[in-house]
């Protein structure tokens, strides 16, 4: 056996508002979307770097106010690209851990947070 990734899946309820907040604001791309037919919910896969998320309308796939965390590096180059965009709905902050890291946390329209987290390894 072996485990490939794990890839969560986030309830939105609004496919405009998940796509301003995650293509326009975060720079995720859709790799692929799915709908049983015209005018029913959207299921798709957005991804930025090797990172890969679900979105679903669906009701019965989850529950929204989850929350994903992404440990990367480059975090104050991330958190400035984000402030610059001037997005009307998020202005995240850079927070330093006691846990020896950096974090910043954006919640989703949708009540989902995402947090970006870069370890600090000189400390």
Not at 93 to 121: M, Q
Request: with cysteine; aromatic share 12%; proline share 5%.
């Amino acid at each position: 056996m072996k485990l490939e990734q794990l890839v969560p899946i986030l309830r939105i309820f609004d496919e405009a508002k998940a796509r301003e907040f995650y293509l326009d604001f975060l720079g995720f791309t859709v790799d692929w979307e799915h709908r049983f037919e015209p005018d029913t919910p959207v299921y798709m896969q957005i991804s930025i770097g090797n990172i890969r998320l679900h979105l679903s309308e669906h009701h019965g796939d989850c529950s929204p106010g989850g929350a994903v965390r992404i440990e990367m590096s480059g975090i104050k180059e991330l958190h400035k690209e984000l402030l610059d965009k001037k997005y009307k709905y998020a202005r995240p902050g850079l927070e330093e851990t006691s846990w020896n890291s950096l974090e910043c946390r954006i919640g989703d329209p949708f009540g989902n947070r995402i947090v970006f987290c870069e370890y600090l390894l000189d400390k």
